[in-house]
């Protein structure tokens, strides 16, 4: 099954105990709209070349949608499509009155200039510049996205609308109206709920070992601040391949090391583990943080971990998910668990629209409780209903939405 035909399995999956009719849960599957953009931009050899982008809407009952922006080869329909869907269950947990969107160019960002990305990006959003706004649909990042880049789509999606709009876009550089806080926020928030996590199931915090596959924005301060408060993180990768050490990894010197030779691989007093070899690893926590689907039918067998914390969008699919429950593998899914992330999009976005500018300090007395009291409201519902984490996710979520709805 593809992305979305996931992310619709899941909403059915859920609904066994939401029980809305089929009418509403056909309504729920379907996206409010689709767009498909192809634009041009001038290369540095002169020569005109095209790209594929998308902007997927799929609910705004709560609020304008929201949702990343992603630059990878593998960006396509489908999966725009679900990950727009997540949002929009993602923000109804964490209680934002945000909806869900997601967009993409599918493009490989290592072949550009950075003039050539910087054309990208602005004309990227000039093509979706009459579906988006700061009351409409808020962009951000997402994979191989950053805060250089949405400044520049800030900056350009001004010139279209003639007039200052610094909410139309959140995770821009501090300088440009963004929110101090925001780069960690969601590997910071996947933090706080290990630490529910962690409380809820009676572990010993300085015994739990973590695997995290995808060491970039997400699962790098996921992993250095779990570090921080005395986590062992024990295997760390990007899309190149992996790091294991058994009395566990300095990972603020492992991306030093990454960032000076252009590999995690070589980095002394470690050995190498593959991406997939990471997943079957006997840790305490898997963290997958990089890409969809990297647990399914084939490999959720051999997982060895007690708990998942989903920190990329979709990492199990639903049939892994059914495996991993009867092998009693706990998963906190993506909609609760990466939340932290469009939270602090969101105080960015009310910062912007009230002039205000609040400290660090601020902005993490805000998410804390934010992302504590979602897990355990998810959690009472596990408890309730006796179903995964996902689907007591789920509960929470959809019924929040179908409530707005009618
Ligand atoms: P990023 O581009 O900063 O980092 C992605 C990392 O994953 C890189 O280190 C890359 O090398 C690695 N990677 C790519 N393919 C891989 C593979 N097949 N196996 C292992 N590693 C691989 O992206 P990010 O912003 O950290 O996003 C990671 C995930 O988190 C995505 O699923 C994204 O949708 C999700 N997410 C991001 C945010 C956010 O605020 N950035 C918020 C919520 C969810």
Excluded at 17 to 44: P, Q
Aim: hydrophobic share 40%.
């Amino acid at each position: 099954m593809n992305q979305y035909e996931n992310a619709i399995e899941q909403l059915r999956k859920a609904n066994r105990y939401l029980k809305y009719k089929e009418s509403v849960v056909d309504k729920l599957s379907k996206i409010e709209r689709f767009i498909e953009v192809n634009f041009s931009i001038k290369m540095d050899s002169g020569e005109v070349k095209v790209f594929r982008g998308y902007r997927s809407q799929h609910c705004n009952a709560l609020g304008p949608y929201k949702g990343g922006l992603r630059f990878s080869l593998a960006v396509c329909e489908d999966e725009v499509k679900a990950l727009s869907m997540w949002m929009t269950w993602k923000c109804s947990v964490a209680g934002i009155p945000f909806g869900g969107g997601k967009g993409g160019v599918e493009v490989d960002v290592s072949s550009l200039s950075e003039g050539e990305l910087e054309r990208l990006s602005r004309s990227y959003i000039r093509s979706v510049a009459e579906v988006i706004g700061p009351d409409r649909d808020i962009p951000a990042p997402d994979m191989y996205t950053n805060a250089k880049i949405m400044e520049w789509m800030v900056d350009e999606y001004e010139k279209v609308a003639e007039k200052p709009s610094p909410g139309v876009i959140t995770g821009k550089p501090i300088e440009r109206g963004g929110s101090e806080g925001r780069t960690e926020a969601t590997g910071q928030g996947g933090v706080y709920i290990l630490e529910e996590l962690v409380k809820k199931a009676g572990l010993d915090r300085d015994r739990v070992r973590i695997a995290v596959q995808g060491i970039g924005n997400v699962g790098y301060f996921f992993a250095k601040l779990a570090m921080n408060l005395d986590y062992k993180i024990v295997a760390i990768s990007d899309s190149r391949g992996g790091i294991f050490n058994d009395g566990g990894i300095d990972v603020v010197k492992a991306l030093e090391y990454k960032e000076k030779n252009g590999n995690l691989a070589g980095m002394p007093g470690v050995s190498p583990v593959g991406n997939e070899q990471l997943l079957e690893l006997p840790v305490d926590v898997l963290v997958p943080a990089a890409v969809e689907n990297v647990v399914d039918g084939d490999n959720a067998g051999k997982i060895k971990a007690r708990y998942i914390v989903e920190m990329a969008n979709g990492p199990v699919t639903p049939e892994a998910d059914d495996i991993l429950t009867k092998r009693e593998i706990v998963s906190i899914p993506d909609i609760l668990a990466n939340a932290g992330g469009v939270s602090v999009s969101y105080f960015e976005w009310l910062q912007n629209r009230s002039g205000e500018k609040w400290t660090k300090e601020e902005v993490l007395n805000k998410l804390e409780p934010l992302m504590r009291d979602s897990f355990i409201k998810v959690w009472e519902n596990k408890e309730k209903y006796k179903c995964t984490m996902r689907e007591a996710a789920y509960i929470l979520g959809v019924r929040k939405v179908v409530e707005a709805l009618i």
